[in-house]
């Protein structure tokens, strides 16, 4: 579908690895669509490496999610703790805002408490990938939204402007193996 406005929309999503160069995807900007699918494009990263996850966003009181599939099933499983952290199992690694019910009140995925209008933020904490993470490539999601990590989105998300993009994350180390045969 594509923007029901033409002032609020996602035109690029970033990753910055252990605070090295920021690799970017554009959204296309003709025509603008909620959802984008770029998984023929990938970002680049290596196990137990710290992430920061950003979006090009034009709008505002707005918040960003990023996800990935760790079990590489299709799915991303969003789950919180009751203290509103991220459950272990889920795919939602960073977040700018969630307040569950309370719209008022929240905290980011760093635990760091948020309330009033510094709820308008988009900024995603840092996350670390898992040292053990097995080498390959995962589907990832980056999400503008209001208060929902349900990857899905909320059912405001068209209306407010909000949106997708669906790319690959690369996780390889330094060194890999390559074998062939004929």
Known sequence: QTYTGNDRFLSAVKLQADGGETQVINAPTS???VYVNQITNQLL???GETLTPSVAYNGNWMHGYAYIDFANDGKFLA?????????DGSDL?????????????????A?????????????????TLPADMAHGVYRMRYKV???????????TIIPDGG???????????DK???SASQ
Do not use: C
């Open 111 to 127: 635990g760091t408490s948020i309330s009033g209008q510094n709820r308008n933020t988009l900024e995603m904490p840092s996350f």
């Open 145 to 155: 939204d209001w208060n929902s990590i349900d990857p899905a989105g909320s059912n």
């Open 163 to 173: 949106g997708y993009v669906d790319l690959m994350l690369d996780v390889h180390g």
């Open 79 to 87: 789950t919180m703790n009751d203290d509103l952290s991220i459950a």
């Open 31 to 33: 025509p603008k669509t």
């Open 45 to 47: 990263a290596k196990p």
């Open 93 to 109: 690694v960073s977040f700018s805002f969630y307040g569950g019910a309370d719209n008022d009140n929240g905290v980011n995925s």
């Open 176 to 178: 890999v193996s390559v």
